[in-house]
């Protein structure tokens, strides 16, 4: 079992920028696709970015958010920009063997870290 530990949430206002980080336990850490997911309330889960066999995705060349990773500490981050107040949710973590933009692949999954965005 995979643990994933996120980290960097909090309250900021619209326009500012935020990084998440994502530390799993995993022993092949490269071998996981790992995926950022954002849930705010009432909403699904949606997918936000990830970080796969060919390196970063996201489904938005001019998206304000990108996703790396540091293999050696076994970390990914997600880099936000230009917050803006539809982007209050919670954001989870996630690992699975393959990308997907849907959460059903993934089978491990952090405790989510809540990010509220001000106007």
């Known amino acids: 079992q995979v643990s994933l530990v996120e980290s960097g949430g909090g309250l900021v206002r619209a326009g500012d920028s935020l990084r998440l980080t994502c530390t799993s336990s995993a022993r092949a850490f490269t071998s996981y696709v790992m995926a950022w997911f954002r849930q705010a309330p009432g909403k699904e889960r949606e997918f936000v970015a990830a970080f796969g066999p060919t390196g970063a995705y996201t489904p938005d060349a001019d998206s304000r958010f990108s996703i790396s990773r540091d293999t050696a500490k076994k970390t990914v981050y997600l880099q936000m920009n230009n917050l803006k107040p539809e982007d209050t949710a919670v954001y989870y973590c996630?690992?699975?063997?393959?990308?997907?933009?849907?959460?059903?692949?993934?089978?491990?999954w952090g405790q989510g870290t809540q990010v509220t965005v001000s106007s």
């Open positions: 996630a690992a699975g063997p393959s990308l997907s933009r849907t959460p059903e692949p993934y089978y491990n």
